[in-house]
Every structure is written in structure tokens, then in C-alpha cells.
């Protein structure tokens, strides 16, 4: 059962990073490469009424973009306001279902002949293209590396072309992952009319519990050409059997107002047969206000189905800017 959650979490965050659907140069990136650059302001926000929804739904997703990296939801058409339906969701069925055609422990461990070995698998995608993975692992270390190349590899109307880099290590004696990590450069990324192009690494930690994932990474929105960086944003993510809480930290760039620190003061619930959150509490923190203290913006879940915002836009400590019930659904 472990095996299977950590192999849902590898691609889990692979299309977490290659939203909706992806292509793009080899891997290696690093959140600052060649292809894209954030040229935005990198000065601490001060979040007022005007830029709180932006900064908290930005960060709940990885940026005002059509398609999102964050860890649940996505704005769609690059406009800011009511966060969409939960593409976190959507992206691990579609990553489950690949996973059922490749078995990635098998791949990198379980076959090796000798101390070190390369083997190579081809999966496709159920609407059409494939993916070709190649990885090299040693047998009495447990170390692998290799790549995974995306060829229009469409799963559940989610399309993916590119390259990413793979590194990580197995337990030799339990064929579970301890470490993973991929890169990548230059991946775009397309579902319906949402498209983008990322640049930077994912990796995961398998000995705490629950697992950890962090990520850094330049997001661009391909419509407006804006780029969005997310920089040490790290998901924890604790499985049950109806439901999964999710924990963010880290910060997040917005190019028009500056960074933000990110936290979850209340774990995002989400259940398996629902598309949205049903509970938990997002939290920005900005520059100082004026009466001394952080200006911060706070999403806090209400039901499955509805959302709000509030900012304290003087750093007093008290939310004195509400943007009323918001519908998950409204986009």
C-alpha cells in the first residue's frame, strides 16, 4: 500500500509541475534558467484590498494563470478571482492511471541485473501520444537517474511533451523510494485554453512521515507572458481513507506586487468524491502596515463548495477587508 502511495506521489507532483499539458526543453532546471526568467518586483508585498484575492489565490495555485501548479486549484483564463475546480484531484487519477501501465519501483529497482543497470519502458496515453522512460539504477546502493520523455502524451484530456530528469534513491531491502527528484527547462504546458511554460525542480522526501514534497520553479503564463516563482514551496500530504490533508509553506512571487509568505494555519481537507476543498485556512504574510505589524491575506475554506478572503491591509492584526462568500465553481 506504501508503494503504491509513493508512486502516485512521484507523478503526482510530475503533472503537478507539467499542468495541463507540457512540452518543453530537456531538464536541469533550477527556477532560473535561460528560457524564461522572473524580472518581476522581488520586495515584500503590502496587501491591501486591492491585491489580497491576487496575492492568496496566487499563491493557493502558483500564480494568476490559466493553468495552475499549486497544490489544488487553478484561476482560469489568466483573470484573478474565484479559484476554479481542483486540478490536483484531476492531475493524480490521470497520474494513477499511468502509473498502472509502468511500474516505476520495478523499473529502477527490481530489475536490475548487475551493480548498476539501465532499463527503458514506453507507456501511452489513453487519448492518444506516449511517454518513454529510461533510468539507470545500482543494485547495491539503491541510486538511480534517468529521464522521462513526453511525447503528446494525452491522459484524460491532458496533454504532455518534454523532457524531465529523474534522481533518486531506493531501499534496497524494501524496494521503497527514499528520495526523488526531477528536473526541468523550459516545459509548456496546455489544457483547453490555458498554457504556460515552467522552469525549475520538484523533489520529494520519503523518510519523514507523512511525505514531504518541495518544489522551486518560474511559472509563465503563456497569455499575458507574466512569470510567477514559488520558491521552497513545500506540500505535506497526509492520506486517509475518504479524504487527504494538504499543508503548503514557502513563498510565492507575484510580478506586479512581490513576494508573500505562505502558510496553512488549518490543513486543506479534501475528499476523494469531491472536486474542492471542504475545509482549511491559507495565510499570506506582506510587508509591515502602518500600525506596525504584517499586512496579511487569509483564504479560509468554508464548504465544499464556497470560500472567502479577508486581509488585515494595516497590520493590526485584525481582518478588516472581507470579500464575501465566494463559489469554488464561479469562473
Request: glycine share 12%.
Amino acid at each position: 500500500m506504501k508503494n503504491l502511495r509513493m508512486k502516485h506521489l512521484v507523478l503526482a507532483i510530475l503533472l503537478a509541475v507539467s499542468l495541463p499539458a507540457c512540452g518543453g526543453g530537456g531538464g536541469g532546471g533550477d527556477g532560473s534558467t535561460a528560457g524564461i526568467s522572473y524580472t518581476g518586483l522581488t520586495t515584500q508585498a503590502t496587501i491591501d484590498e486591492n491585491n489580497a484575492e491576487d496575492l492568496v489565490t496566487g499563491a493557493y495555485q502558483g500564480g494568476q494563470v490559466g493553468a495552475a501548479i499549486g497544490s489544488l486549484g487553478a484561476i482560469q483564463a489568466g483573470e484573478s478571482g474565484p479559484v476554479g475546480y481542483s486540478r490536483m484531484l484531476k492531475v493524480s487519477q490521470v497520474l494513477e492511471g499511468s502509473l498502472r501501465q509502468v511500474d516505476l519501483m520495478s523499473i529502477s529497482a527490481g530489475t536490475f541485473v548487475g551493480a548498476v543497470d539501465t532499463e527503458s519502458d514506453t507507456i501511452y496515453g489513453d487519448c492518444g501520444g506516449s511517454a518513454s522512460i529510461t533510468i539507470s539504477g545500482d543494485d547495491q546502493t539503491g541510486d538511480f537517474s534517468g529521464s522521462i520523455n513526453f511525447n503528446n502524451y494525452c491522459e484524460d484530456g491532458v496533454t504532455i511533451s518534454g523532457d524531465m530528469d529523474i534522481s533518486g534513491q531506493l531501499d534496497v531491502n524494501t524496494e521503497e523510494l527514499i528520495e526523488f527528484d526531477f528536473s526541468f527547462d523550459n516545459v509548456t504546458c496546455t489544457m483547453d485554453n490555458d498554457s504556460m511554460t515552467l522552469n525549475g525542480n520538484i523533489s520529494f522526501d520519503n523518510i519523514v512521515s507523512p511525505p514531504t514534497i518541495t518544489m522551486t520553479m518560474l511559472l509563465q503564463d503563456n497569455n499575458t507572458e507574466k512569470v510567477y516563482k514559488v520558491k521552497d514551496y513545500t506540500m505535506t500530504l497526509t492520506e486517509e481513507a475518504s479524504y487527504e490533508d494538504v499543508e503548503v509553506s514557502g513563498t510565492y512571487f507575484d510580478p506586479d506586487y512581490g513576494y508573500v509568505s505562505i502558510s496553512t494555519t488549518t490543513p486543506l481537507r479534501i475528499y476523494y468524491y469531491d472536486d474542492y476543498p471542504s475545509g482549511g485556512v491559507i495565510v499570506v504574510t506582506g510587508e509591515t502596515g502602518i500600525a506596525g505589524g504584517s499586512t496579511m491575506a487569509r483564504l479560509t475554506v468554508l464548504t465544499s463548495t464556497t470560500y472567502q478572503i479577508e486581509a488585515d491591509t494595516n497590520g493590526d492584526g485584525t481582518y478588516d477587508w472581507n470579500s464575501g462568500d465566494l463559489n469554488w465553481s464561479d469562473i
